[in-house]
Nanobody, 120 residues
């Protein structure tokens, strides 16, 4: 079984920082793109940041210049460094990975979600 295990969420004051981590475990062949999404109460899940297996990145406009996504391919782990946090960043953050379990197929996997709360 493939699992994505997230950590690093919590409560922080506006202007503060948090670092999220997501580690992939299980039997896999390779990992393609990895990313972070978030979902605030009453809102749809939205893309925060993506990183390809080659290191190319893409960010939502709302987080550009404040958040940085990175990955450690040796550890099958993706990170999200979040700086200058705002109350509107409050949401459940989900890790996502497109994983090749065999040479013939890929599937999308999600973490369980971690709560990030930014207070005023």
């Amino acid at each position: 079984q493939v699992q994505l295990v997230e950590s690093g969420g919590g409560l922080v004051q506006a202007g503060g920082s948090l670092r999220l981590s997501c580690a992939v475990s299980g039997s896999i062949f390779s990992i393609n793109a990895m990313g972070w999404f978030r979902q605030a109460p009453g809102e749809q899940r939205e893309l925060v940041a993506l990183i390809s297996n080659g290191g190319s990145t893409n960010y939502a406009d709302s987080v550009k210049g404040r958040f940085t996504i990175s990955r450690d391919n040796a550890k099958n782990t993706v990170y999200l460094q979040m700086n200058s946090l705002k109350p509107e960043d409050t949401a459940v953050y989900y890790c996502h990975a497109n994983i090749r379990r065999t040479i013939f197929s890929t599937s999308n996997y999600w973490g369980q979600g971690t709560q990030v709360t930014v207070s005023t």
